[in-house]
């Protein structure tokens, strides 16, 4: 699923506690240096500033978004989408040869002759379908064997799949009274300072005194407007917003009946064997996530409008695999293995869920990624969750160990980086209220909350999340990668982890009022550091993948061989 934070899931369930002055997140935060400008950005900015007036020229290199699709023709990305050099577009051949018809810009391997898919079911909810219909009927005293696992795996998809249900039947009872105290809270602190449309600038400074009710409504403000809803505006939009997500769960992602797949796209899902099939409408229904991401990676530095991405010297290819539910397997391997095809150096992927039936097949394209020299950018998820106990799909961890030379095997994908979501803000709120976190399963953190950049129809928006962490870490290491070609992808991943700025001190944990130290919460401590990595990378001697592929800008030909001559292996 895409890993958005919903503003009603802020809402209603953020912890309300007392927090520091809350203040507008400075412009385009994501690019800057904590030492220069003194808040905990990228510094991409800077590093770039800096290889510039040394001379450094870097090369350019492409960057797949697989995501929900990608505005190509906005105007601060245009100019930095990826064009297939093999391709003639319009013209209804596959020129390239590489099984995809007028692939100019990328692939979307969610529409086909029925049109687009929009929304999708969950894991959880085809999962409760297949195990359901396998299992009907079926007395568990005579199951045995892995058999009888299947069925234990089926009863506890089953609980989940009836709780979430109920939960979501409830929340559409409940979305509007939920949200009430945050309306009685707006009353309140307007009545008290005749101030309407108070500003988190101006909350800051009111005073409550004995008024225990008065200091109640500014802690539930504070709260809520760190976390997006700074307005009155913004509180009407999460109601409506409410409605719209619980109906879409009750309705797409947690509906049994529901299942646009054979009727939209046209091929089998379970048929793992078939990678052909999709069709070039790079935007499909909902292209809003995609292009944001898109934005924060590489929005043209250049041109004098809108933002600034963190790099230059990239080329966005975009590869729609995410639906407004949870993408299927099938599509994330078949994305992942178009991407590195068709010359991806950085892979960023913007999505997660909770189950993977096919996860091996996952693992597969994930290894040939790797193999290929593909740095894969992950976002760790808005769930408040410790990822090293809760599961989060796709992971680094392979299924199975895989042969790693003659005598030994690997347990995990080495070109693999796992990102959680900072604040611009400092002291115990730097970390985002809902960021997933883990100190074996977490890289690093990079900035995630309140992240301005491109959206569809030629606009600018905000949005928060892992998924626009992932992004700001991606365009960090395509500067490496621009800038220092010879560096292997494992190098990069090794280069950002101890480039990080360290963290000191205790920060809240996500989703609680518990404090823990930063260090607690990632495996490097910190969060990432461009000007550092380049620092680093500048001394790093090249060690690379010896099935790596120099690739060239604009590279439209297969690396490795055709897709269609990789063998799918059955676990």
């Known amino acids: 699923m895409v890993l958005k934070k919903c503003v009603v899931a802020a809402a209603l369930c953020l912890p309300l506690i007392t927090v520091s002055a809350q203040t507008k997140a400075p412009e385009n935060w994501f690019t800057l240096d904590a030492t220069k400008d003194k808040v905990q950005g990228t510094g991409a900015d800077e590093a770039l500033r800096r290889l510039h007036e040394k001379g450094k020229k870097g090369q350019t290199i492409i960057v797949a978004v697989l995501d929900s699709g990608v505005e190509v023709d906005h ?14 577009a319009g013209n209804g051949i596959d020129d390239d040869k590489n099984g995809y018809i007028d692939d100019v810009h990328g692939w979307n391997f969610l529409s086909g002759k029925g049109g687009n898919i929009d929304n999708e079911t969950l894991e959880l909810t085809r999962e409760y379908v297949r195990l359901s219909k396998r299992f ?34 409830s929340g559409m009872e409940n979305a509007t009274k939920q949200l009430k105290p945050i309306e009685e809270a707006f009353d309140k602190v307007e009545k008290a300072t005749g101030i309407k449309d108070i500003t988190a600038e101006q909350l800051a400074k009111v005073d409550a005194g004995t008024d225990a009710d008065l200091k109640k409504s500014i802690q539930i403000l504070q709260a809520v407007m ?38 939209v796209v046209g091929d089998d899902p379970n048929d793992l064997t078939n990678r052909y099939y999709g069709t070039n409408d790079y935007e499909g229904p909902d292209a809003f996530h995609g292009t944001h991401v898109s934005g924060i990676i590489a929005a043209n530095r250049n041109n004098n409008i809108g ?38 150096s950085v892979i960023n992927m913007s999505f997660g869920k909770s189950y993977s039936p096919q996860k091996w097949y996952v693992d597969q394209a994930m290894k040939y990624a790797a193999d290929h020299d593909v740095l894969l950018v992950h976002a760790a998820g808005n769930d408040s969750e410790n990822n090293d106990t809760d599961p989060n799909f796709p992971n680094d961890m392979y299924q199975k160990p895989v042969k790693k030379g003659l005598f030994k095997k690997q347990n995990n994908v080495p070109s693999w980086m796992e990102i959680g979501a900072l604040s611009w803000k400092s002291g115990e709120n730097r970390v985002a209220r809902f960021s997933n976190y883990g100190k074996k399963n977490v890289d690093l953190f990079s900035p995630g909350v309140s992240i301005y950049s491109t959206v569809p129809d030629g606009k600018y928006g905000n949005a928060q999340g892992t998924s626009m962490a ?43 009022t518990e404090k823990v130290a930063f260090t607690e919460l990632c495996v490097s401590g910190g969060v990432v550091s461009a000007v550092s990595a380049v620092e680093m990378a500048e001394k790093t001697k090249a ?9 060239e800008a604009g590279m439209g030909k297969s690396v490795g061989g055709k897709m269609g001559k990789e063998k799918v292996v059955t676990p």
């Open 307 to 344: 933002i600034r991405g963190v790099a230059d010297n990239v080329r966005i290819m975009t590869v729609r695999c995410v639906p407004n539910g949870d993408e299927r397997d099938k599509d994330v391997a078949n994305a992942i293995y178009y991407a590195v095809d068709n010359g991806a």
């Open 543 to 551: 060690k690379k993948n010896k099935k790596a592929v120099w690739r």
């Open 75 to 88: 105007e601060d990305l245009k100019d930095i989408i990826w064009t297939n050099p093999g391709e003639i």
């Open 136 to 169: 009907k009927g079926t007395d568990p005293k005579n199951l045995y064997g892995d058999a009888k696992k299947e069925y234990e795996y089926y009863e506890a998809v089953k609980a989940d799949f009836e709780a979430q249900r109920k939960d979501a039947q």
């Open 226 to 263: 760190a976390q997006g809803i700074a307005t009155r505006k913004d509180l009407e939009e999460a109601k409506n917003e409410a409605g719209k997500y619980f109906y879409d769960q009750l309705n797409y992602n947690l509906n049994p009946e529901f299942d646009p797949r054979a009727s």
């Open 470 to 512: 992932a992004p700001a870490a991606a365009g960090v290491a395509a500067i490496i990668r621009s800038y220092y070609p010879e560096l292997s992808a494992v190098q990069v991943k090794d280069i950002m982890e101890k480039s990080v700025t360290k963290q000191e001190g205790e920060v809240y944990k996500p989703g609680t």
